[in-house]
């Protein structure tokens, strides 16, 4: 089927407020190349399940579209049309299952030599979109962040080195009560700035406590679902004929109440969740991939002012099958390589707001968890810089400010 | 903030933005020139634009059919920051201290095909950009190095042998194309599948069966032309409790597949012997620490089985090494990847590599900037080896030749 030929009806299965937006914008719809549109449908589909941020820029995209001439059309989309597609991508229910398009696009891009050509034409329609549509600026500037290292006594190799060069790095900070200074920042920084997903906190460990108006996610709380989806992995890939894209193509099927999740609750942050574990990878066994996927999909989705991410010690690694069947013995641990991991975690986590508009005021500071090591990165803060001054954390955050 | 203290900046953001900025073709050369620059200072080797050919040094004496060839791939993908650029050295001492001041290396090898492991092995080892899915258990259907040199040069099945990783390359070594037919192909080794069968999922050996890194929750079943277990000792003079107890001293896959790898030097001597080397992908779980853990085991494996080749008698004079990744992993500027957890952007970083060859007649600390293409391999074997690779797209490398 192709574009010009969609019906009002063929969006039935959308939610509610995804088959709203579809149809307002059928019109639309109708002129966009099959090489994009799916990608599109992608997001509408799951509109109801979008964060405010995410929901206000799609909107904003879909009137952009709306807005261009035949003429703008040809040259925004031209390398799209320009991509061939095989009948049998054509023969698929894009409309109904856009992602699994998607990845039928990508196998066949790869497979045809047009991978390069389609990241082409998509940098190219990100750009002139940027350019089209204005980026929302921060209602006061983000602030990233990262606490690492916990269980650990003394680091083996040298932190923060990546993150050093863009900012100040401290060597004597007072480590007393610094994950309260840290919690303190953020629920004062949720006080005056209140906004639905705006402040977000992130732990590889428990529960985390509860802090009003910020989001909580931890690697602990999503232990069941954890379980429920490790065991249902390990069910499938018995059955005959299951190989790994029909794996990840259910795994994107999931929904929150498939793995236990309850229903009502906050639908957008459980489906949030429920995506951290099927579409992230290693965001299954180790709670440091999920730390760092978490915060990097929050930033790239909500766009928050604000996310503290604590990384705990991860599982040691030990063969696929054990990590997906988990004993009941007590699991060993690798505080050593986790520092490792979060140490790399901040310098993305770094580099994931900065990607955000208004990063030319954002802030960011990682800490060595229960020791004397901090970077601070900040307008205020000149880059390269070091500090062998005994400090506590909320007066470093007095000078990032 | 007086106390802040300057120090030279290593990197900044400003040039991650510009390198952005540059074109495809542009960034690759740019990323050769870096890793040119840093071998020549951290290697003292020379720049080869200007020497001649090294067929008018050496490999003379050694008749054509004697000669031997080992390929290693450097497999899983590592990107430079942590191999060939100032602050990867550290993780690749043996490449740089032993084998680059031996070797011939090429800057600039472009992989121009599809970024999975399986495929880009086999369009290595064609000679050709294969298309066939990365997931499935399919054979290269472009003949293969092994099938040119043993049907033209009417060589044994015992003279050319591949030792990879169990996720899917067991048909590599012999391809679908009528030309060739079955019976012309490599013999496959795929030790975590011995080993598997050897000890019968009894004992402690989990941490030589990890698997399939690119699909990490997926390992697919095998089939095909692979070694079968009663074979270890009728072939390769093993008993089954001389390799368990082996493999019980042994700390990861790759170190197993070198085990073997040496087992088969000895009682075959095969000319043409290939391994693929897979540790490094575990960094497709997110663990940054198991993936630097991953390179140093691979930069020391490479070493030892240089040394290995050079203490053998069938090896030792006439065999020549070449070492290369199938590709990179993605660059942490681009955001619709996740760093080096994976290779799926397709940029330019996961797509230029590098290669080097050691042994007589290739000029030894000599780099190279041409830029090469990653299939221009079997050609190149094909030249050094006394073969015609009829149906490859590459090229031969005449500066090795």
């Known amino acids: ?401 | 903030m007086k106390n802040l203290v300057s120090m030279s900046r290593l990197v900044s953001l400003q040039m991650a933005k510009e390198r952005a900025q540059l074109v495809p073709r542009e960034l690759a050369r740019q990323l050769a020139w870096t890793r040119r620059e840093f071998i020549r200072s951290a290697a003292g080797v020379a720049l080869g634009a200007t020497l001649h050919p090294s067929r008018v040094l050496a490999r003379m004496g050694i008749p054509i059919a004697r000669r031997k060839v080992v390929v290693i791939t450097f497999g899983g993908g590592a990107r430079d920051q942590e191999t060939f650029a100032p602050e990867g050295q550290e993780n690749i001492p043996h490449l740089m201290r032993e084998l680059v001041p031996q070797s011939a290396f090429f800057t600039h090898v472009s992989n121009r095909g599809i970024l999975g492991h399986y495929v880009a092995t086999a369009s290595l080892a064609t000679g050709v950009y294969e298309t066939i899915n990365n997931f499935a258990s399919l054979p290269p259907e472009s003949p293969t190095v092994f099938e040119y040199f043993r049907k033209e040069l009417k060589r044994p099945a015992s003279d050319a042998w591949v030792v990879a990783p169990s996720n899917g390359f067991n048909r590599i070594g012999e391809s679908s194309h009528r030309s060739f037919g079955p019976g012309w192909g490599a013999q496959v080794i795929l030790p975590k599948y011995l080993l598997g069968a050897a000890t019968s999922g009894q004992g402690d050996y989990g941490h030589l069966l990890r698997d399939s890194y690119e699909t990490p929750l997926y390992a697919p079943e095998l089939s095909g032309n692979i070694f079968e277990l009663e074979q270890l000792e009728a072939i390769l003079k093993l008993s089954v409790a001389d390799f368990r107890a082996h493999a019980r001293t042994l700390s990861s896959p790759d170190e197993l597949s070198v085990y073997i790898v040496r087992q088969l030097m000895r009682k075959f001597a095969p000319s043409l012997l290939w391994v693929t080397l897979h540790d490094i992908d575990i960094a497709h779980a997110g663990a940054y620490s198991l993936y630097i853990e991953g390179i140093r085991r691979t930069d020391r494996l490479s070493a030892e089985l240089w040394k290995t080749i050079q203490s053998e008698p069938e090896y030792a004079g006439k065999t020549t090494l070449f070492i290369l990744p199938d590709f990179g992993r993605d660059s942490d500027d681009d955001a619709g990847g996740n760093g080096f957890q994976h290779h799926r952007t397709g940029d330019v970083i996961s797509r230029t590599t590098w290669m080097m060859a050691l042994g007589p007649g290739i000029r030894p600390g000599v780099v190279y900037d041409r830029p090469v293409d990653s299939i221009d391999l079997v050609p190149t074997l094909g030249s050094m080896m006394g073969f015609t690779a009829s149906l490859s797209m590459g090229k031969p490398i005449t500066e090795i030749l």
């Open chain 1, 1 to 401: 089927m192709r574009p010009e030929e969609l019906k009002p009806e063929q969006f039935g299965g959308y939610p509610p407020e995804a088959r709203r937006l579809a149809l307002d914008y059928l019109e639309t719809f109708r002129r966009l190349p099959l090489g994009f549109l799916p990608n599109l449908l992608r997001e509408v589909i799951e509109f109801d399940f979008k964060f405010p941020v995410e929901r206000r820029l799609l909107e904003r995209e879909l009137a952009n579209l709306r807005s261009l001439s035949e003429q703008d059309l040809r040259v925004w989309f031209r390398e799209f049309t320009e991509i061939k597609l095989s009948d049998s991508l054509e023969k698929l229910n894009w409309v109904t299952s856009p992602a699994q398009f998607v990845e039928q696009l990508s196998a066949h891009l790869w497979a045809t030599h047009q991978m390069d050509a389609f990241r082409h034409a998509a940098l190219g329609y990100a750009d002139k979109l940027h350019a089209a549509v204005a980026p929302e600026p921060p209602a006061s500037p983000r602030f990233g962040i990262a606490v690492i290292g916990q269980g650990v006594d003394v680091a083996s190799e040298t932190l923060f080195r990546r993150l050093r060069p863009y900012g100040a790095y401290f060597s004597a900070v007072n480590p007393e009560n610094g994950l309260r200074h840290l919690l303190e920042a953020v629920a004062a920084r949720a006080n005056s700035n209140p906004a639905p997903y705006a402040h977000w906190y992130i732990d590889g460990g428990e529960q985390p406590p509860h802090a009003s108006g910020v989001t909580l996610v931890s690697y602990g709380a999503m232990e069941p679902v954890r379980a429920a989806l490790l065991a249902r992995i390990r069910a499938e890939t018995q059955k005959r004929g299951m190989g790994p894209e029909a794996l990840r193509t259910l795994m994107a099927q999931l929904r929150p109440v498939d793995l236990g999740m309850v229903n009502g609750g906050d639908a957008v942050l459980n489906r949030f969740q429920i995506k951290l574990l099927t579409e992230g990878s290693g965001t299954q066994i180790f709670s440091t991939s999920f730390v760092q996927w978490a915060a990097r999909e929050a930033l790239r989705r909500a766009q928050p002012l604000t996310v503290l991410a604590r990384f705990a010690p991860r599982q040691r690694q030990k063969p696929m099958n054990e990590l997906l069947s988990p004993s009941p013995e007590q699991v060993e641990m690798d505080p050593a390589g986790s520092l490792m991991d979060a140490d790399m975690g901040a310098y993305y986590n770094w580099i994931n707001q900065q990607r955000l508009p208004g990063s030319e005021k954002s802030l960011f500071l990682a800490w060595f968890e229960n020791h004397k090591e901090a970077v601070a990165i900040s307008p205020t803060l000149p880059r390269g810089t070091f500090s062998t001054e005994a400090i506590d954390l909320r007066g470093i955050l007095s000078w990032m400010t």
